[in-house]
């Protein structure tokens, strides 16, 4: 299920679905780079992208932006100088849904890419 997340594409989920279970997010954030984490309730997972100027900063962020809008499904982004905290949960059903994984690994291969 989540050796190619980066492939596969977000189906909106509108709620009526319920969150994945514990095992099941500890399953796909393995497939993730290793700096995602889990937030302790569960909910939401998250990642802090370092970067050497604001420039460089904005211009990820504008990427991400660009995934989100085209998956339909979008994080909750910390911009400062030198990082952006990307931050995912599915809010319709208040917790964690394959959507949140597989723009997470989209995020990945955009900053695998910019390396």
């Keep these: ?68 809008i085209v998956e339909g499904h979008h994080p909750v982004l910390t911009v400062s100088y030198g990082s952006c905290v990307v931050s995912y949960t599915t809010h319709a059903i208040n917790g964690l849904s394959d959507n949140d994984f597989i723009c997470a690994a989209k995020i990945d291969r955009l900053a695998a890419a910019a390396d």
């Design 1 to 68: 299920m989540s050796d190619n997340l980066a492939d596969r594409r977000c189906k909106p989920c509108e709620g009526g679905v319920e969150p994945l279970r514990p095992d099941q997010c500890s399953e796909l954030i393995r497939a993730l780079h290793a700096d995602w984490s889990l937030s302790d309730d569960g909910l939401e997972i998250s990642r802090t992208f370092e970067f050497s100027a604001y420039s460089r900063s904005l211009a990820f962020t504008n990427a991400v932006a660009w995934i989100a």
